[in-house]
């Protein structure tokens, strides 16, 4: 199951149905069965402290995954500030909205399995995201 959440942010305005049938059609894609997944938007604020908490990693982010699945079935939590996503949305001359969804599905393609800390892993999630989006849109 999928679920949205909010923490001490106001929820997006998005198609929540359709985003929630778009990831599943993007997880069975790629060979995955869904699990227990928690989507929570925040602030940048809290995606602070769950970096630092969590990461040791004492800078802003977009987005950051906990994956608790197992085999074939993925499951975990996503964290998406709202915040960050904002400000690169501006900054790339796009809409909130778009840069939103290929951050959720950036969240749900590393619960899928794939890394992006390497160049030639950060294009290939490039790609996936890209392929997700067309999905979508």
Request: with cysteine; aromatic share 8%.
């Amino acid at each position: 199951m999928i679920h949205f959440h909010s923490d001490q942010v106001d929820m997006p305005t998005l198609p929540f149905i359709t985003v929630k049938g778009w990831m599943q059609r993007v997880i069975a894609s790629h060979g995955k069965r869904e699990g227990m997944i928690h989507v929570i938007f925040c602030s940048d604020e809290r995606i602070l402290a769950i970096n630092v908490s969590f990461l040791q990693h004492d800078y802003y982010t977009d987005i950051i995954t906990f994956d608790t699945g197992a085999g074939e079935t993925i499951s975990g939590d996503v964290y998406i500030s709202l915040d960050t996503v904002a400000s690169n949305a501006h900054l790339l001359s796009i809409p909130t909205e778009k840069e939103l969804l290929r951050v959720i599905i950036h969240g749900i393609l590393h619960l899928c399995g794939y890394p992006d800390k390497q160049p030639d892993e950060a294009a290939a999630m490039r790609l996936h995201e890209d392929n997700a989006l067309a999905m979508y849109l």
